[in-house]
């Protein structure tokens, strides 16, 4: 059996639930650096981590790395690449993304420039032909460049993996699909405890949330670059794991999953996208302002991504907004709040420090996902005595 070196990247500060997940999975991972967990699997793990991981942004099989700081070592180090372990000769090839972080070479268009004309050399000399004509299937590659060591990388997912496939319709600021079912997995929320998300907008939270609880893969309806590339990965292998994930799904599981929002056509959206998403008959959906956040039981979660401010919203509006908020969180009984926002002011606003805060990367804007720690549910004795929380 062939195994595979996987680079996994995620969002920045979220390695840690990443890396849970393909523990989860029954993977070793080998290392965690910032925004990429690494791990070796085989053709098998390449579909299970594409297909299931929910906080992943895709799955690379590592080809090489190795050390340049200058271009002529970039073209010698890429020549040196064993391409044709991966790539057939008619393959289509080229540098999809470049990205460098303390190297010497930075340009991102001279490095895949010069990595381009390498490879076409190795793939010439690997095959003995004069051209290698790109006619055949496609092998989009990515590199990275951190203190001048190159890792070299096949991308075989494709599209993101955020883009499960449900989100046909957005708000004007959609949290990706990965971030929010890493918000989720950051917090001790389980499908027995109620969840409220008061600014759902496209529905995002709640249906990741609902996804978790029903055991819904997250890849299932998509497709991955590494499908056609059948010479690496038996067909076999996706209808494996896929028949796996649908054998594990349970969509009479009961849940207390709400999104509300003060714009009714928001609503709507978030109904489709979770009746696309397969999960609409766990979530209920209501448009309703936050000043009106209210729920009679004990011990439920907020877990929200309020308006930051940059994108929409007025930034004079938020901190009332926010106080607003803060004030409905008081009323609840014993509830727990997890909140992700760029907004500067929003423990002041809100009326109250967080008792844990945790920096994470949405795209370029650093947040803060703060959150504010309820009790605990007492524990019960069943009638055979066992203890639950
Ligand atoms: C950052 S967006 C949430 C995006 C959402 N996580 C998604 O993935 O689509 C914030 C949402 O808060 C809503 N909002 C603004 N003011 C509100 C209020 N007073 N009460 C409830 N919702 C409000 C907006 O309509 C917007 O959809």
Redesign the pocket.
């Known amino acids: 059996m062939k195994y595979y070196k996987l680079v996994v990247p995620c969002h920045m500060g979220l390695e840690a639930v990443l890396k849970r997940e393909i523990t989860d999975l029954g993977y070793d991972v080998t290392q965690v650096s910032d925004g990429r967990v690494s791990f070796a699997g085989d053709a098998d793990a390449v579909c299970r981590a594409n297909i299931c991981l929910r906080t992943a942004e895709r799955v690379l099989i590592k080809i090489g790395s190795f050390t340049a700081t200058s271009y002529e070592e970039l073209f010698q180090g890429t020549k040196d690449l064993p391409l044709e372990e991966f790539i057939p000769a008619d393959g289509k090839l080229w540098v999809t993304k470049a990205s460098s972080v303390k190297s010497a070479l930075f340009s991102p268009s001279d490095i895949q420039r010069v990595m381009k004309k390498a490879m076409v050399e190795r793939m010439k000399a690997a095959y003995h032909k004069e051209i290698i004509p790109e006619t055949g299937l496609e092998f989009p590659i990515r590199v990275f460049l951190y203190k001048d060591e190159v890792t070299v990388a096949l991308d075989s997912t494709g599209m993101s993996l955020h883009k499960r496939g449900y ?1 046909k319709l ?6 990706a699909e990965n971030l ?1 079912a890493a918000l989720i997995m950051l917090t001790p929320w389980k499908a027995d405890r109620i969840l409220i ?9 709640p249906i990741e949330a609902a996804m978790i609880a029903a055991g819904v893969a997250p890849g299932m309806h998509r497709d991955f670059n590494a499908k056609a590339w059948t010479h690496l990965i038996d067909p076999g292998n996706w209808t494996d794991v896929i028949e796996e994930c649908e054998d594990n799904i349970d969509l009479n599981v009961e849940t207390d999953i709400q999104g ?4 009714p056509d ?1 609503i709507a ?2 109904r489709i996208n979770a009746e696309k998403a397969g999960v609409g008959d766990l979530i209920h959906f209501q448009a ?4 009106d ?1 209210s729920h009679r039981k004990k011990y439920g979660f907020i877990i ?5 401010g940059e ?3 007025e930034k004079e ?1 938020l901190y009332s ?1 926010y106080r ?1 908020l803060g004030r409905r969180y008081k009323a609840l009984d014993d509830w727990s709040m997890y909140m992700i926002t760029s907004f500067e002011d929003a423990q002041k606003a809100l009326g109250k420090n967080a008792d844990k805060n945790r920096k994470i990367y949405n795209g370029m804007i650093k947040t803060y996902f703060y959150q504010y720690l309820g009790a605990k549910p007492p524990r019960r004795r069943d009638t055979a005595g066992e203890r639950h929380e």
């Open positions: 989100r957005e708000s004007k600021a959609p949290i929010a998300d008061p600014f759902c907008g496209s529905g995002t939270i509300y929002d003060i714009d928001m959206i978030a309703r302002d936050v000043a956040l929200t991504n309020p308006p930051y994108r929409i919203g509006d907004l607003t």
